[in-house]
């Protein structure tokens, strides 16, 4: 095992990881480690936009106000106001890197989107994370104290032991670095920092059907939980309405259909042509994720068909191709040209509301460790997201990170030693044929009872599975040599067995959480957090943890 020390290790080169590594660069040694190539990161795959309130018929309480009531009572109030009020600021700080926002004559051009009450999302045309991510990327590669490792995927972070004493007297462990797994040398180095962000993103290879690159397999939320940190709100996962149907795709990632192209004007319709969202919602296409996915979800079961269409026919052929190329070639490149005909879509696993919990510095419950973006709960989204405050909630956090970490290097203690890495273990490639079939067994297991739309019985059912899995994964993992794929896996059946747990407890139907046997809201309890941890020296074991 190979040894390495840096004051800021960073696991993760989306928005979050990459905003965070440039404002730390400047004042400490910084590594940061990305599982694949630095451009694979659900940032990229961003086509809508990034929330800002630019206009001079938009305000900051607008702003405000569309996020808390699309978070259905769940928001932080005071982490929504922080994330609305920094916005311009981190706008104009992205576009002084060189980020190119979509202009009309001069002026920023704005879309509107679901949940909002204002045209506020800058864009670059349709392809909005691939600019920022292309900026971002360009100009850590230049920093001269940044170091950037890619294909090194986290296994575990590195932890001070957990002691009897050191637990009574309610001393929690600190977190100084990780073990990360050098995919292409088949390496275990032990990283060793006195700061650790995760800015890993999220969990959509949990399910079937998804919106999500290859890498989102819960990476930082499960290393988190397994150290101690506090998770939170892990049941409310929100599904895309529309993503491009392709029936033989199978467990692949499903072609975004951004909703940009709703608040453009286009317009749902069954495959016989009839408009069905004013059944739903007064607002109709523009109304939230949520509401929309389950309209979609309920027309798709009353019909028993496969898809609805996204109808775009109505709108200028200029300004569609114009202003929505990556939606233009992924249609054309499978026979549709979307000016004409109408787009099949269904919804799809999308982004992860919960995470890990984090203050508004973005510091977690265990001492050096912090979290920022998709993996990070940070109360910004609550019960569901209001479209393109994800990249917002990524800088603005980021930028406080970078002032957090500051602070915790001078205060930081010297630097303890890890422990070896056992390289020992066995490949038994029939073994390994079960492994592949765990995980999608897990994904679907997931997609069919953990969904759009659950009920006590299905949860109950896929926790059964789900825990037998995970005790199969595990045993598999201890004897194994360690490898990529394997680490991933074992990411995935906890983070999946995690949100099982949070949708069982909470019996009510919340945002994105819909229950069919807990249709309504809890009124006797109000709104509360799920808060799951694997020791009892921060939170509950499971249960609710504290009203808003």
Not at 311 to 324: A, N
Not at 370 to 377: H, K, P
Request: aromatic share 6%; hydrophobic share 40%; net charge negative.
């Amino acid at each position: 095992m190979s040894r390495r020390r840096t004051d800021i290790l960073i696991i993760g080169s989306g928005i979050a990881g990459l905003s965070l590594a440039l404002k730390a660069s400047r004042y400490a040694d910084v590594l940061l480690a990305t599982k694949k190539d630095s451009v694979d990161t659900a940032t990229n795959w961003a086509q809508g936009g990034i929330a800002a309130v630019t206009a001079g018929d938009d305000d900051f309480r607008l702003h405000l106000e569309d996020t808390l009531r699309v978070g259905a009572g769940l928001c932080r109030p005071e982490a929504v106001q922080l994330v609305v009020e920094s916005a311009p600021a981190r706008i104009r700080e992205l576009m002084e890197l060189g980020v190119r926002f979509t202009r009309h004559e001069g002026e920023l051009a704005l879309a509107r989107e679901g949940g909002h009450s204002r045209a506020r999302i800058l864009h670059h045309h349709d392809h909005t994370g691939q600019e920022i991510e292309s900026v971002l990327l360009q100009k850590a590669r230049e920093s001269g104290r940044l170091e950037l490792l890619e294909h090194h995927l986290m296994i575990d972070l590195l932890m001070e032991p957990r002691s009897r004493m050191a637990f009574e007297a309610g001393r929690v462990p600190r977190c100084f670095g990780a073990y990360i797994l050098d995919v292409q040398n088949d390496l275990v180095e032990a990283v060793e920092a006195k700061a650790v962000v995760l800015c890993t993103g999220g969990s959509g290879m949990a399910y079937y059907h998804t919106t999500n690159p290859s890498i989102a397999t819960a990476d930082g939320v499960v290393a988190a939980w397994r150290a101690g940190a506090v998770v939170g709100n892990l049941e409310f996962f929100q599904f895309h309405p529309t993503t491009l149907y392709e029936p033989d795709t199978g467990s692949q990632s499903r072609a975004l259909i951004t909703e940009a192209l709703r608040g453009f004007g286009a317009k749902l319709r069954t495959r016989t042509g009839e408009s069905f969202m004013h059944l739903y919602d007064e607002r109709k296409e523009l109304a939230p994720r949520d509401v929309v996915a389950r309209a979609i979800d309920a027309e798709l079961k009353k019909r028993g068909e496969p898809y609805v269409v996204l109808d775009c026919t109505h709108l200028s052929v200029q300004r569609l191709r114009e202003e929505f190329p990556y939606v233009d070639q992924i249609c054309h490149q499978r026979g549709i040209d979307f000016t004409r005909d109408p787009i099949p879509v269904v919804p799809a696993a999308h982004y992860q509301c919960g995470g890990v919990v984090t203050d508004l510095e973005a510091r977690t419950s265990l001492p050096g460790l912090f979290a920022v973006g998709e993996v990070a709960m940070t109360g910004v989204h609550g019960a569901n997201r209001l479209a393109s405050n994800s990249l917002l909630e990524a800088v603005v956090f980021a930028d406080r990170a970078a002032e957090s970490c500051k602070k915790w290097l001078r205060e930081a203690a010297p630097l303890p030693e890890a422990e070896e890495w056992s390289a020992e273990g066995t490949v038994n490639q029939e073994e390994w044929v079960l492994v592949e079939h765990n995980r999608d067994e897990i994904r679907k297991i997931m997609w069919d009872y953990v969904g759009i739309v659950r009920s006590t019985l299905r949860l109950e059912r896929a926790q059964r599975r789900m825990q037998l899995l995970r005790k199969e994964i595990e045993d598999f993992f201890r004897r194994t040599r360690v490898n990529g794929p394997l680490v991933e896996l074992r990411n995935l059946v906890v983070m999946a067995d995690l949100i099982v747990q949070s949708a069982i407890s909470r019996r009510e139907s919340r945002g994105l959480h819909f229950m069919t046997d807990y249709p309504d809201l809890d009124r006797k309890s109000g709104p509360e957090d799920t808060i799951l941890s694997r020791y009892h020296s921060s939170a509950p074991a499971s249960g609710r943890h504290g009203p808003r």
